[in-house]
């Protein structure tokens, strides 16, 4: 499992507009970086995230070798009800991380 | 010859042959003061600052049982929180039992051998470096307050000499830059003073955490002079010597650098 | 949304197959090219399609100096009042000097409260960054920025 950093507000008012921040631990190697032995180091990216809130998607983005080593994005969402933001990390082979916070909504 | 290496040399070529002094006390400035506005805020957020991954996984390990004792750092040490509070700060150190300072990293290695009964860890290993990342953490914004007694002076002169000694194909010496020309630009950025208040650092060039010994390292290939290998007391003398000149700043660990 | 094809990719492939068999000796270059501002003219059009492209509503922030190209701060911000009749559907933010001209897609919906978010991202060189928006409607909004990159001065040798 990768190291994740997930920053949402323990509690919000209902229609509040929140802002939530992520941040992973992953190489995001690009594929065009030259390894010592004079070959390309193979492509290794997280290539997709998703975010729901008590199971809804409210924030998706497709990401690119361009996508700085240890993604860190930050997004905004309202805060509807008390429940739970599910946030999915997936790579370019298919293996998803998937963590969880819990919200309190007044 | 590289072009940072032409401009580096250009530069030294037009500075007077006699050394200027030890910046002075009250000019001293962190290195944090030379990257951008952008750079510093990443270092400033603990949400954003990408060494606190390494934090977290440093604090996991310290909590983690290991060797043949079965014994966590938590196990002795309690909570670092409270028991690491300024340790970080007051590194290098002397260690009775090797006669000579030891860094952080080999202060970890020595704990872990000789009191959980485990192996040490490789240095720039990424668990190394999260224990050196999480102990250092805890000593943010305390000033740096390495000892400079009777029996540390010899190893922090000879880290001196290192500091000041011209080296490699380009004949430079740390100084040079550090101290004479802190604050003039080289290949578009601004050189700093080379405080070693922030370690260990997430250095943008490198996508990842490092130690000081790393950073020490690039430089001297920079300087295309020959690096000290990982844990050669030469290193430890200028980390020494680098703590030493940084006395009095506030710990910026874990640092985001360019 | 438009299907993504890879048509920057294997556009290049094909361009350097063709160059090693007409080059005779010439060794095949490991490194791709850069992306051209064609390529990020595919790569918008792969993304939104032929539909015409105005400049505002989107407010594209990176730092105009950037330390190192490694990990630049980038924050895109589109004005919508993000309610179901009138949101924005994705921002997508483009480059024409990496070797590959797409950064990020997002998709939004009226959920988000707001039409922004950021990211760091890698830029290979001194270059133009292109934020595109795509809204309810079927519009397309942009924004972009000119950013120049400075090398670090010190490169250590890479990691055996």
Not at chain 2, 187 to 198: C, H
Request: glycine share 6%.
């Amino acid at each position: 499992m990768a190291r994740a950093l997930i920053h949402v507000p323990a509690t919000a008012k209902k229609g509040d507009v929140i802002e939530i921040k992520t941040l992973i631990s992953h190489v995001m190697e690009t594929g065009y970086r030259i390894g010592v032995t004079g070959q390309p180091i193979p492509r290794d990216i997280i290539d997709d995230f998703v975010c729901t809130y008590n199971g809804e998607e409210v924030f998706h983005a497709k990401l690119y070798p361009a996508i700085a080593a240890n993604p860190f994005i930050t997004f905004f969402t309202v805060a509807t009800e008390s429940g739970t933001l599910a946030f999915s990390w997936t790579d370019q082979h298919g293996a998803t991380q998937v963590q969880t916070a819990a919200i309190t909504v007044e | 010859m590289s072009r940072a290496a032409f401009v580096i040399s250009s530069v030294i070529a037009a500075t007077v042959v006699a050394r200027a002094a030890d910046i002075p006390l009250d000019q001293r400035r962190s290195d944090s003061d030379f990257i951008s506005a952008d750079t510093r805020a990443i270092q400033n957020d603990d949400t954003a600052n990408p060494a606190m991954l390494a934090v977290l996984d440093g604090e996991t390990l310290w909590n983690t049982k290991a060797g043949a004792t079965n014994k966590s750092c938590a196990d002795c040490h309690g909570d670092a929180e409270k028991s690491m509070k300024g340790v970080a700060a007051r590194y290098p150190a002397f260690a009775a039992e090797l006669g000579r300072p030891v860094d952080l990293e080999q202060q970890i290695n020595l704990s872990r051998v000789a009191d959980q009964k485990a192996e040490a860890l490789p240095f720039e290993s990424k668990e190394l470096l999260a224990l050196t990342a999480y102990i250092a953490r805890q000593s943010r914004g305390m000033p740096v307050a390495v000892k400079d007694d009777a029996q540390a002076k010899p190893f922090i002169a000879a880290g001196r000499a290192i500091f000041e000694q011209r080296q490699g194909q380009l004949d430079l010496s740390c100084a040079q830059c550090h101290d004479d020309n802190w604050g003039k630009k080289l290949a578009g950025n601004p050189v700093p003073q080379a405080m070693a208040n922030g370690y260990p650092i997430y250095r943008l060039e490198w996508q990842e955490v490092g130690s000081l010994q790393r950073r020490l390292r690039n430089c001297m290939s920079g300087m295309r002079a020959e690096p000290y290998d990982f844990g050669a007391p030469e290193l430890v003398d200028l980390e020494y010597f680098l703590m030493w000149r940084a006395r009095g700043l506030a710990m910026e660990s874990p640092a985001v650098r360019p | 949304m438009k299907p993504e094809i890879d048509r920057d990719r294997s556009r290049r492939e094909i361009l350097q197959a063709a160059a090693a068999l007409a080059g005779g000796g010439a060794l095949l270059s490991v490194r791709p090219a850069a992306a051209t501002p064609e390529m990020m003219k595919d790569a918008v059009r792969a993304v939104i399609g032929e539909a015409p492209v105005k400049k505002g509503k989107v407010k594209l922030d990176l730092p105009p100096l950037v330390e190192n190209g490694n990990s630049v701060p980038c924050t895109v911000s589109v004005e919508s009042p993000m309610t179901a009749a009138d949101y924005v559907k994705a921002i997508h933010i483009f480059n024409e000097k990496n070797p590959q001209p797409n950064v990020i897609s997002v998709r939004l919906n009226p959920r988000a409260g707001r039409a922004s978010f950021s990211t760091r991202i890698r830029l290979a060189d001194s270059q133009t960054v292109t934020a595109i928006a795509e809204l309810s409607d079927g519009s397309f909004w942009s924004d972009d920025i000119d950013v120049i990159v400075t090398l670090a001065a010190c490169i250590e040798e890479p990691k055996p």
